[in-house]
C-alpha cells in the first residue's frame, strides 16, 4: 500500500491559534515526511520534512510531530496568521525511490 | 531568478487538439517530475526523468508523451486532447534521487479543453 490519508480535507482557524494537520500511512518502508503549502495560482513548495527515526522537528512556528509505532504524522503551525492560509500537503517517499505520494491536501484559512 | 519555469501559463484549446507544455529549470537538478492537479486539488505524479533518462512512468494515457531534450528541460506533449485532461499541470525538479522528498515546483499550466 502506498497511500497517505490527510485529514482534515479543510480547517478554519482564528489568528493566534494553532492549526494541526494529520496524516496516516500505511507503507512502512517510507524513509521522508514532507510537508508541502501550496498558495493559490502557485506550484507547491516544500515547507519542512523529517524522517522517520525523529519523532518532533521544528522550523520557526512550524513543527511535525511523528508517531512511527501509530504510523501518523502531523503539522501545527503555531500562532497562525492569516498569510498561512494555503493549501498544505503532506507527502511520502518510499526508500530508494523517487515518487513522492501526496495526502490529499487541506484547505487551510485563518481568520484575522 | 525563476528555478523552474513552465510555459505557457495558460492553455486553452480544443478537444482532439494536439498540445504541448515546456517545462525548464535552472537549479542544476538531475531529476525532473510532471504532475498533473486535478480539480480537487489531488496532486499525482505522471513521469520523472532523471538526466534524461524515463524512470518513472505512471499509469497516463499513451496520449500523454514526456521529452527530455536535456537534464534542465522536460517537455510534455498531448496528442487528441479530451475533457478530462482540463487540470493544472505542475513541472518539478529535484537535485538528484537522494533528495527527491525536496522537489521545487514550477507556477504550474492551467490547461482547458472545451
Known amino acids: 500500500q502506498q497511500q497517505v490519508k490527510q485529514s482534515p480535507q479543510s480547517l478554519i482557524v482564528q489568528k493566534g491559534g494553532i492549526s494541526i494537520i494529520n496524516c496516516a500511512y500505511e507503507n512502512t518502508a517510507f524513509d521522508y515526511f514532507p510537508w508541502y503549502q501550496q498558495f493559490p495560482g502557485k506550484g507547491p513548495a516544500l515547507l519542512i520534512a523529517i524522517r522517520p527515526d525523529v519523532s518532533e522537528k521544528k522550523e520557526g512556528r512550524f513543527t511535525i510531530s511523528f508517531n512511527k509505532s501509530a504510523k501518523q504524522f502531523s503539522l501545527h503551525i503555531m500562532d497562525s496568521q492569516p498569510g498561512d492560509s494555503a493549501t498544505y500537503f503532506c507527502a511520502a517517499k518510499r526508500q530508494g525511490a523517487q515518487k513522492l505520494v501526496f495526502g490529499q491536501g487541506t484547505r487551510l484559512t485563518i481568520n484575522p | 531568478d525563476t528555478a523552474v519555469s513552465q510555459t505557457p501559463k495558460y492553455l486553452v484549446t480544443q478537444m482532439g487538439n494536439d498540445k504541448s507544455i515546456k517545462c525548464e529549470q535552472n537549479?542544476?537538478?538531475?531529476?525532473m517530475y510532471w504532475y498533473k492537479q486535478d480539480s480537487k486539488k489531488f496532486l499525482k505524479i505522471m513521469f520523472s526523468?532523471?538526466?534524461?533518462?524515463?524512470?518513472i512512468n505512471e499509469t497516463v494515457p499513451n496520449r500523454f508523451s514526456p521529452k527530455s531534450p536535456d537534464k534542465a528541460h522536460l517537455n510534455l506533449h498531448i496528442n487528441s486532447l479530451e475533457l478530462g485532461d482540463s487540470a493544472v499541470y505542475f513541472c518539478a525538479s529535484s537535485q538528484d534521487k537522494a533528495r527527491s522528498y525536496e522537489q521545487y515546483f514550477g507556477p504550474g499550466t492551467r490547461l482547458t479543453v472545451t
Open positions: 537549479l542544476g537538478h538531475d531529476t
Open positions: 526523468y532523471n538526466n534524461k533518462e524515463l524512470i
